[in-house]
């Protein structure tokens, strides 16, 4: 395709208004429009699109998939894969910890390479296209629970070094980029998985029924005993449901913190010699991940809990969860 030279994004607009026009184009087209001349590509890559786009209303929610701890592949609203997001700088980990801040930018932290404990942070930022380091945190850790509650991140307790188990706890606040440690009810042998409800902190120990609760605001923890013990290794939160997939349990659990109640949902045999389903979110419906099929989705709110539903979304791998932002 041959390039335009003009010096205006679009011959006969000023540039306010053209801004205005590229805004609006969903990104799932950018690959194509990108080609049309230098200046679409400098401007679709640059902060200014992103506040024009905010400006305008044209934010679009993707899903960020993230495949076998490694790569994150990229899905628009309508299960379109738009591309990849560039790998996370140093050794691959797994056991890590991620969130994502402000609502569009993907955190990363902790996890194990091999035997190596880590402590690196890192952040990435869809309008650059890049990473960045962050603060480590205070101690290494992999196979802790974490959460965002009020716009502050947490992580709880894990694993450090030759699997000792950590009883402490430390909070991130993306205002000052520092790790502060703080003290939690201790867990032995810890893995577990962490939630925000009325802005507060609930972290759910496997293999006990007891969920312990901190309220920020008061710095106090309380027991909550659920009557359930759990053995949870996939969950997903979606309108104040926590959904979890138990090792030893069929189908799909469903925790209401709100009414302390419990139920579980039907969930189809995979068919792939004994691997598991993993969950994510999409579209405010749960997404059941699997390794050689299209993933399904289901809105059990309003939906008869035996409907699931294939999507076009196959990510290429296996333990795959996913985080939505807003760009």
């Not at 290794?233 to 104040?240: E, L």
């Not at 709100?258 to 997404?287: A, C, D, H, M």
């Amino acid at each position: 395709m041959v390039e335009s030279f003009s010096s205006s994004l679009i011959p006969g607009l000023a540039d306010d208004v053209a801004e205005l026009c590229l805004s609006r184009i969903p990104r799932s087209s950018f690959q194509i429009i990108s080609q049309v001349c230098w200046r679409w590509r400098r401007f679709l890559r640059s902060e200014r699109y992103e506040t024009v786009r905010k400006m305008t209303g044209s934010v679009e929610e993707l899903m960020c998939v993230l495949v076998d701890h490694q790569y994150w592949e990229v899905y628009d609203g309508s299960g379109n894969k738009l591309g990849w997001i560039p790998p996370v700088p140093g050794p691959i980990n797994c056991s890590f910890g991620h969130a994502v801040l402000d609502g569009r930018k993907i955190m990363v932290f902790g996890g194990q390479s091999g035997r190596a404990v880590s402590a690196d942070v890192y952040e990435f930022n869809p309008a650059s296209n890049k990473w960045r380091k962050l603060a480590d945190m205070n101690m290494p850790r992999y196979n802790f629970a974490y959460v965002i509650v009020d716009g502050l991140v947490y992580v709880i307790r894990g694993y450090s070094s030759f699997h000792a188990s950590i009883p402490n706890a430390e909070v991130y606040n993306p205002k000052t980029n520092k790790w502060s440690l703080m003290d939690c009810p201790h867990r032995p042998n810890f893995h577990g998985m962490a939630f925000s409800f009325n802005s507060k902190l609930f972290v759910v120990d496997n293999e006990s029924s007891i969920i312990d609760i901190y309220d920020h605001k008061t710095e106090t923890w309380e027991e909550l005993d659920s009557g359930q013990s759990l053995s949870v290794y996939s969950y997903t939160i979606i309108r104040n449901k926590v959904y979890f997939l138990n090792w030893f349990r069929p189908g799909m659990g469903v925790f209401d913190p709100e009414k302390n109640s419990w139920s579980s949902v039907f969930v189809p045999p995979t068919n792939e010699g004994g691997l598991r389903y993993y969950l994510g979110q999409w579209n405010n419906k749960v997404i059941l991940f699997s390794r050689e099929h299209e993933a399904l989705s289901g809105d059990l709110d309003k939906e008869d809990a035996s409907k699931w539903r294939a999507t076009r979304i196959r990510p290429y791998g296996h333990h795959s969860t996913s985080v939505l932002i807003n760009i």
